[in-house]
């Protein structure tokens, strides 16, 4: 249905553009031709009163035409002198207009119905001698309307042949999209990893199946990374919730209590997981807002042992539950690894800020700089959601989070400055 309106509209449009264009070429020729025929039938009267005026001569005194000729003259042709009909005889309905172009002192045109007349005065020895004489537009009238029926017919044979030739073109240049259609239905049943692949665009359909093609690719790609992480993420809270189920199994066999501070350290794990991925989640729909930078480390590095250096008046493009899906696994990180000391640290960078998670722990390598965001890396035990699902988190945020090598647990987050 779509494609038949869309093939409609443009043969209507095609058509009403031919026909636009057929009408005024026939109006701008008929009116061409109208001037042509009019100045043609003036030429054929001015010749025609030549003629006549040459056949005219003095008498004994009295106006009269060369012997031979008046009979010739007679009913296109009227000669007056002095104001008086001299040769010629006068019928109706055009007598009172030859009576008045033959008293007239200036030369001038007259159409009485299907005739064009015309007067020309002449001085002949002494006499005002006025030549008139008559041309029959009959002829001319018919060739006109023939000549416009005849652009009336080639431009509907126009308008015709461009609505043919719009609705084939269109018709073949919607064969692309119908089979690209049928394709789509297909895969969507069969094959949702196939793509259309119709080799280099010859025109703007072609350029259509490539971008839908790089379309379906990231769309593909968005589907895969996020199943990766929901393994990542089920597998990651698989593993406080079996060490819970583990010790609680033991317990029941051995007869013995379970170990309270076991199951806090667990429930901590599962509680600190289950908010990076809410603040995950939050963060991709908290757009264009942004907070201050100091009160959210200083929520964040609550009851921790984090010591801050963050500057007073700084704050940074995103929301606060970016910034706490982002800081949150990488501060547990540093603890996990840190000696005895962890620390937050900013500051500016042309119109970002920079935020540097500090540890006295042994650090990075320069090896393992990439190795590190890698899902399932990890030197200690703990719950792993932290630097894999941090960098998710930025990528997904517009942020850049990259570990540094320089003695030391180093772990940068590159903020917009607001």
């Known amino acids: 249905m779509g494609l038949t309106g869309f093939r409609a509209r443009v043969v209507s449009l095609a058509v009403l553009t031919a026909t636009l264009v057929v009408a005024v070429l026939v109006v701008l020729s008929h009116v061409l031709l109208s001037r042509a025929t009019e100045a043609d039938t003036r030429t054929l009267a001015r010749t025609r009163a030549e003629a006549v005026a040459a056949t005219v001569e003095v008498i004994d005194g009295k106006i009269q035409l060369v012997e031979g000729t008046g009979d010739a003259f007679d009913t296109v042709a009227w000669v007056y002198a002095d104001g008086r009909l001299a040769d010629g005889t006068l019928h109706a309905p055009t007598a009172d207009t030859v009576d008045r172009l033959g008293r007239a002192e200036r030369r001038e045109f007259a159409a009485i119905g299907h005739y064009l007349l015309y007067g020309e005065p002449l001085p002949v020895q002494g006499h005002r001698v006025t030549v008139v004489v008559m041309v029959d537009l009959t002829p001319y009238e018919r060739s006109e309307q023939r ?50 692949r119709m080799g280099p665009p010859r025109d703007e359909f072609g350029e259509l199946a490539q971008t839908f ?9 968005t589907i895969a990374d996020e ?19 583990g010790e609680a199994q033991l317990a029941e066999l051995a007869g013995a209590k379970v170990d ?18 809410l603040n995950a989640a939050r963060s991709r729909k908290h757009r264009g807002a942004s907070c201050h930078l100091e009160t959210a480390l200083l929520h964040i590095a609550k009851g921790r042992s984090v010591s801050l250096a963050i500057p007073h008046d700084l704050e940074v493009a995103v929301p606060t539950e970016v910034v706490t899906a982002v800081l949150t696994p990488l501060l547990d990180n ?38 590190a965001f890698a899902p ?6 703990g719950h792993g959601l932290g630097l894999t699902v941090v960098r998710r988190i930025a ?16 772990l940068e987050v590159r903020f917009p400055r607001a």
Do not use: C, K
């Not at 990766?228 to 819970?244: F, G, K, M, N, Y």
């Not at 399932?376 to 035990?381: K, L, W, Y």
């Open 147 to 196: 000549s416009l029926v005849m652009s009336l017919v080639l431009g509907a044979l126009v308008v015709v042949l461009s609505a043919v030739v719009a609705y084939l073109g269109v018709s073949r240049a919607m064969r692309v999209v119908r089979r690209m259609s049928a394709l789509a239905d297909e895969w969507g049943d069969h094959d949702p990893g196939r793509r259309f």
């Open 213 to 221: 093609d790089r379309l379906l690719d990231r769309v593909s790609d």
């Open 227 to 245: 199943r990766r992480l929901t393994d990542e993420i089920a597998h990651e809270l698989r593993t406080p919730i079996s060490v819970l189920r």
């Open 260 to 277: 309270p501070q076991l199951v806090l350290t667990e429930t901590d794990r599962l509680s600190n997981a289950v908010m990076v991925i």
């Open 334 to 371: 540093a603890a996990r690894h840190a000696r005895s000391t962890v620390s937050l640290t900013a500051e500016t960078s042309d119109d970002d800020v920079l935020v540097h998670v500090l540890d006295d722990g042994p650090g990075f390598q320069e090896d393992e700089l990439e190795r």
């Open 376 to 381: 399932g890396h990890s030197r200690t035990d």
């Open 395 to 410: 990528t997904a945020t517009g942020l850049t989070v990259r570990a540094v090598a320089d003695g030391r647990g180093h």
